[in-house]
């Protein structure tokens, strides 16, 4: 799944030597312009950090438009004791992302960080129990430790940052996307 960035390179590469050589005219903006980085900052992640680490290059595999990097603070990676995980979108690719450290002890964590990941990259939620689907998030039962996007998911966070206008993705708050078993619940 890497071959889009790497034809993009290319692309941007083949431009830049032909600009070189006075072959091309008008200034276009490559294609790789594109490409937007998307910084996270793990530094408040504590036991997460390596999850947030691994669904950054989930994510950096499976799309063309963004990268993920520890390159900035546009992504802030959280945990807590309760209360839930959820994702907290700013705008297309900021916000932050909390992670609820007993709900990560019911469902796979690195499913959790991916698909809240899913949420600032302009996911919604999509519960329809479906374990090949991320953003089916906790619907799919605590057994789904799937944590991969879809095809359609990935596409769909590529169209978003494809343009040079991205999608304007509102912000808003997804919660409640791993609701707890009744027998973990019950303990607490
Ligand atoms: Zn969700």
Request: charged residues 10%.
């Amino acid at each position: 799944m890497r071959l889009p960035k790497l034809s993009r390179v290319l692309a941007a590469l083949a431009a830049t030597t032909m600009a070189a050589f006075g072959a091309v005219a008008v200034e276009a903006t490559p294609a790789s312009a594109a490409i937007r980085n998307v910084c996270y900052n793990t530094s408040q992640a504590g036991p997460f950090a390596s999850y947030a680490n691994q669904a950054a290059t989930i994510w950096n595999n499976y799309t063309a438009n963004i990268n993920m990097a520890q390159c900035g603070s546009n992504l802030m990676i959280y945990y807590t004791y309760g209360g839930g995980s959820y994702a907290q979108r700013t705008s297309l690719g900021n916000g932050r992302v909390v992670i609820d450290y007993y709900q990560a002890q019911q469902y796979s964590p690195l499913r959790i960080m991916t698909h809240e990941i899913g949420h600032i990259l302009g996911l919604p939620d999509n519960y329809n129990g479906n374990c090949a689907i991320l953003m089916s998030g906790g619907s799919a039962g605590t057994s789904c430790t799937n944590p991969y996007p879809s095809s359609a998911e990935a596409a769909q966070v590529d169209r978003n940052f494809a343009s040079t206008v991205r999608t304007a993705a509102t912000s808003g708050v997804f919660s409640g996307s791993w609701p707890a078993p009744a027998a973990v619940g019950a303990n607490r």
